[in-house]
Nanobody, 121 residues
Framework: QVQLVESGGGLVQAGGSLRLSCAAS????????MGWYRQTPGRQRELVAT???????KYADSVKGRFTISRDNAKNTVYLQMNSLKPEDTAVYYC???????????????WGQGTLVTVSS
């Protein structure tokens, strides 16, 4: 099995910064894409940012220039540095990882438990 542990959420004032972390553990052979999504009540989960195993990144238009996704392959960890936060960034943020795992070298998509980010105005 593969587990994800997220950390770094919390309450911050508008204009402030937070850094989210997500560490993967388990019988992982390799990690393909890693990413962050967010969701607010009554709305669908939306992509925030993704990063491939080669380091290519993709961002939602709403966070470009403010958020930075990065990964540490040695630690199986993905980060999301969030700067210039706005009240509309308030959401539960979910880590998403695509891994190759186990003796069968199976592909698996795993979601984190979610971490709440609240930005006050």
């Amino acid at each position: 099995q593969v587990q994800l542990v997220e950390s770094g959420g919390g309450l911050v004032q508008a204009g402030g910064s937070l850094r989210l972390s997500c560490a993967a553990s388990g019988s992982i052979f390799s990690i393909r894409a890693m990413g962050w999504y967010r969701q607010t009540p009554g709305r669908q989960r939306e992509l925030v940012a993704t990063i491939t195993s080669g380091g290519s990144t993709k961002y939602a238009d709403s966070v470009k220039g403010r958020f930075t996704i990065s990964r540490d392959n040695a630690k199986n960890t993905v980060y999301l540095q969030m700067n210039s936060l706005k009240p509309e960034d308030t959401a539960v943020y979910y880590c998403n990882v695509v891994v190759i795992y186990g003796v069968t070298m199976s592909r698996l998509e795993v979601w984190g438990q979610g971490t709440l980010v609240t930005v006050s105005s």
